[in-house]
C-alpha cells in the first residue's frame, strides 16, 4: 500500500468509529455542557462530523488564517442532521484524499492568525492531525455521553457498556 492508500483506510476506520459515536448523540441534549467552558454537546458533536471535510481544504492551500477567515460554524438541530452533515464532510474528504500524490502531501501547510504561526509541517503531517483531532474530541464526546448516561460504543474494541 502507498501513502495515500494508508491514509484513505485510516480516514475509513476512525470514521466508521466517530459514526457510531455520533449516531448515540441523543435530540433533544443539543444545548447541554458539562462545563460553562466546555462546548454544548450539538456544537462539539458537530465539530466532530467536520473534521474530515478539513482535508481538501489542506490539500487545496497552503495555509489558513484564522485572522481572514469568517467561519461560520455549522448548526444543526437532530442527529440525523448531524449525520447527514458527516457523511457529506467524510466524503468530501475521501474525495479529495483519493485524488492526492503523495508529492501533495510533501508540501508544507500553515496554520496562523496573522503575524502568529500555530504550525508548520507537511500536509501529511496535518492528515495524521485531523485524525488526531477526530480522536480527541471523539474522546470528549463519549465523556460527556457517559455523564448523561448513554451507552458508550467500542473504539478500538468493546466498551464497556458491551461486555
Known amino acids: 500500500m502507498n501513502i495515500i492508500e494508508l491514509l484513505l483506510q485510516e480516514l475509513k476506520n476512525e470514521s466508521s468509529t ?3 459515536m455520533l449516531q448515540r448523540v441523543p ?3 443539543f444545548d447541554w455542557k458539562p462545563h460553562e467552558k466546555s462546548m454544548t454537546m450539538g456544537r462539539l458533536a458537530t465539530h466532530l462530523a467536520e473534521v474530515s471535510g478539513w482535508i481538501p481544504m489542506v490539500l487545496d492551500t497552503d495555509e489558513i488564517n484564522f485572522s481572514e477567515n469568517d467561519f461560520k460554524p455549522k448548526v444543526v438541530g437532530s442527529n440525523a442532521e ?3 452533515f458527516f457523511e457529506e464532510e ?15 502531501l510533501q508540501r508544507n501547510w500553515t496554520m496562523r492568525s496573522g503575524d502568529e504561526i500555530s504550525s508548520s509541517s507537511s500536509k501529511y503531517e496535518v492528515m495524521r492531525m485531523i ?20 451507552p458508550i460504543p467500542g473504539s478500538y474494541g468493546p466498551s464497556a457498556d458491551e461486555h
Open 90 to 104: 467524510l466524503q468530501k474528504g475521501e474525495a479529495a484524499l483519493s485524488k492526492a500524490t503523495e508529492a501533495d
Open 27 to 29: 435530540d433533544g441534549k
Open 18 to 20: 466517530t459514526r457510531k
Open 82 to 84: 448531524l449525520l447527514e
Open 131 to 150: 485524525f488526531g483531532q477526530m480522536i480527541h474530541h471523539r474522546a470528549q464526546l463519549g465523556y460527556d455521553l457517559r455523564l448523561l448516561d448513554v
